[in-house]
């Protein structure tokens, strides 16, 4: 045991590993779901809500899995075997697996999709639509061809293996330095186009203005499931990046500083995409499509359009690639802690099963989109299970876990440790003991409830 202890990997610096965690904060959940997701929920009453759920409950929870990872260094099934032995609390890990499974095979699906317009920005056709309506009918026709979608969706899957598969410092940790600071300069750029554009002004407004009858419980539930599916938590990745982290790491500063980059990058992505929704006459409520039919209406209005359609999608892809290489790497190193599988073994098998899990959500917008499951096809079921159900119960466990069931003395050590000054402490486990757990359970309870 105690060997494997010492060779685990480390990251290589303080920035490397806040910036491999805020790759995997930041992905296609702030980009290409926020935006819709906000859209669909009524706009700035819902942008409330998040931003009070991710300071709430999101920065403490994450606060919670770091500690558990790097205190116990391992995936999510060992370090609640590690932290509380004989007890059923790796069943939190293995449904975190589970879900994590669940996400990438879906994520994967979409991240397909923008590297089939990277592809599609290259050759000129996603900048050539004439309106509105052609670019709407070119994504469904699109995403409803069988082929492409499971194509791409592989393509995508090869490429997180390309990373994961060299390791955390040499893969994980190399590619987010340079993927990411890339990532927010050409996120600058595309605002400034969206906001200078004639009539964006109705998007602003529907971004900033305040209409709270919109508000009920399921807001409150897409809320809180979008906090915890950005803040990439409730499933283990936080657990298992900290266990790479090193004694001196300040495990709150860190949490602040990632989900702080993750909440501000999303705003940052509505600023960007309201406003030439609503310039480019599209309705803020349309859903999964709404990133792959209004952007590329913006570049094909602009001068030199069409690179800056392949420099986004490039960007989008990346943002997609450092998220799903956390989901990936929190099998693999399950397969390696538990299974003693090596990197590439666990690596390839993994990702082919989150491949194959995949496919009907490829399928579901073309010949199986007939196939429902509670009214839902195959990829918003997906969508719907993990963020809204999967993850918010995977947090309130492990909140429960932090507070009442580890040592309260063992966890504050644990949390002062690179961190000696420690101040919030006493308001921190309170948070974790009661407002996490009831406030999420509320959520989920009264959304089981009938309504109306
Ligand atoms: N946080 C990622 C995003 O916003 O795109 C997606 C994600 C990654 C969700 C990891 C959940 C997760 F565990």
Redesign the pocket.
């Known amino acids: 045991m105690q060997v494997s202890t010492d060779s685990r990997e480390t990251w290589g610096s303080k920035l490397g590993f806040v910036l491999a965690a805020a790759g995997?904060?930041?992905?296609?959940?702030?980009i290409w779901?926020f935006p819709y997701v906000l859209g669909e929920n009524g706009g700035f009453a819902f942008l409330i809500i998040y931003v009070a759920c991710v300071l709430l409950i999101g920065i403490p929870i994450m606060g919670a899995e770091l500690a558990i990872g790097r205190a116990s260094r391992r995936n999510p099934v060992g370090a609640f075997r590690e932290l509380m032995p004989k007890s059923a609390w790796f069943l939190v890990g293995v449904v975190g697996l589970i879900t994590?499974v669940i996400?990438l095979s879906y994520?994967s699906v979409v991240a397909g999709w923008t590297v089939a317009y990277l592809v599609n920005s290259v050759t000129g056709v996603v900048t050539s639509h004439a309106n509105a309506d052609a670019a709407g009918e070119a994504f469904s026709s699109f995403v409803s061809s069988s082929g492409k979608t499971v194509l791409y969706h592989f393509v995508f899957m090869f490429l997180c293996v390309f990373v994961v598969y060299q390791g955390v410092k040499g893969g994980i940790e190399r590619y987010s330095k340079i993927l990411m600071p890339t990532l927010l300069a050409l996120l600058f750029l595309l605002i400034f186009r969206a906001v200078t554009l004639p009539g964006s002004g109705e998007g602003l407004k529907f971004l900033f203005n305040p209409d709270f009858s919109k508000l009920n419980v399921d807001v409150l539930l897409m809320a809180m499931g979008q906090a915890f599916?950005?803040?990439?938590?409730?499933?283990g990745?936080m657990i298992t990046y900290g266990s790479y982290l090193d004694r001196q790491s300040n495990l709150f500063e860190n949490a602040t500083t990632v989900a702080g980059l993750d909440m501000g990058i999303a705003i940052l992505s509505g600023i960007a995409i309201f406003p030439a929704v609503f310039a480019m006459g599209f309705e803020p409520t349309a859903g999964p499509g709404l990133t792959f039919q209004v952007l590329p209406m913006v570049f094909s209005a602009l001068p030199a359009g069409q690179i800056l359609a392949i420099l986004f999608f490039a960007l989008l892809t990346i943002?997609?690639i450092t998220?799903a290489i956390?989901?990936l790497e929190v099998m693999v190193s399950f397969a390696t802690d538990e299974l003693h599988w090596t990197r590439s073994r666990a690596t390839f098998i993994m990702a082919a099963l989150a491949f194959i899990l995949g496919v009907p959500s490829a399928l579901s917008f073309g010949v199986w989109s007939d196939f429902k499951i509670f009214g839902l096809g195959f990829f918003d079921l997906s969508d719907y299970l993990t963020a809204n159900i999967l993850?918010p119960v995977g947090g309130i466990f492990i909140a429960i876990f932090a507070g009442w069931a580890w040592k309260r003395a063992a966890v504050e050590a644990e949390l002062r440790d690179g961190n000696p000054q420690l101040k919030f402490f006493n308001i921190w486990i309170w948070f974790i003991r009661i407002l996490a757990p009831v406030a999420v359970g509320a959520i989920l309870i009264s959304n089981l409830l009938p309504k109306g």
């Open positions: 995997s904060a930041i992905g296609l959940g702030n779901r994590g996400i994520y599916y950005s803040l990439s938590l409730g499933m990745v943002a997609a998220s956390s989901l993850l």
